[in-house]
């Protein structure tokens, strides 16, 4: 059990993923406060949550569309006016738990403030998270690191580029999660509209070249990696409804895989989570090739923790119950600050 630790959870916000956050932050307050934490809540569009503004927001769920483009407009309207790092509900925490989604929570922006604040939070630095968050610039690092990543180019691309990954291909915003604003593009001609609906979401976008062998993922807590699981989606893509829809996806862990290819992703998680200068916790997404090899999608530097959410599975089956992993991301945070004897040395952690 915790010993008084006082921990905000900084959730919300303004970006397409915002219900998922939302989402996630109840489970982690729920397990935070069963821990014997001290957990205020603060949305970085609303501020601090009262216990019916807690009520109100923590348990809407995700829906199987993200907020509409107007109430995210009228969202970051009153963001600005937010300036979270300086609320008191910030500066005097112990811990701040980043259950903060989009550019704005896995970009680097929020880090920033909070190292300027001097607020230990949970997760990667402003560094890797900007690294991790700009797929352009994470899959470059990953090829250096001799990480096998799927081909891809920059919109606009050369015909010649697309001919080479051959079709059916990806096209994505660079800067974005959940798979909000990607589509799955079987004829040329359609890529421009796909162009369009990631430029919805951000200014820079993606094509890379489709995998169509298993989706296979691995949590990283600590530098060390989870278990395997493998994700089943009743939709040809893994996407925003199949996430966080119950029962449109058949999540496997530990994944019916080989031994050996186990160790291979596991390998391959924790040498990304470390070429990317990651921190505390990541989660590695991977589809197979042709020939059953793997190919690193992208990282998550916050990784979902919702009800239906891949990483509690991944620490799960690597037997490290909920509650457990979010005391030890706060433990993480803490020792950043010299803070250690504030949290619990359950032998759980």
Known sequence: ?????????LSGGSSHERDVALAGAAQVVAALRTSGYH????????????????????????GREPPTPELLASLAEQERAQRFHEHEAIVRADVVFLVLHGPDG??????????????PYTGSGPLGSMLAMDKDIAKRLMRDAAIPTPDWTMWPADSADVEQFGLPVIVKPSKAGSTVGLSLVKRAEDIPAAVDRALAIDNEVLLERFMSGRELTVGVLDGEALAVGEILPSHELFDYECKYTPGLTREIFPADISPALATELQALAAATHRALKLRDVSRVDFRLDHAGRPQCLEVNTIPGLTST?????????????????????VELALRRRGFRNKVSTSGEL
């Open 106 to 119: 896995e970009g680097g922006s929020v880090q920033t403030l909070l190292d300027h604040a001097g607020v």
């Open 309 to 329: 959410s891949l990483l509690p599975q991944s620490a799960a089956a690597a037997g490290v119950p909920f509650a457990a992993l979010c005391a030890r991301l």
């Open 39 to 62: 957990v205020r809540v603060f949305d970085t569009a609303v501020g601090v949550l009262g216990p019916e503004g807690e009520a109100a927001l923590l348990r809407g769920g995700v």
């Open 1 to 9: 059990m915790s010993t008084g630790t006082n921990v905000t959870v």
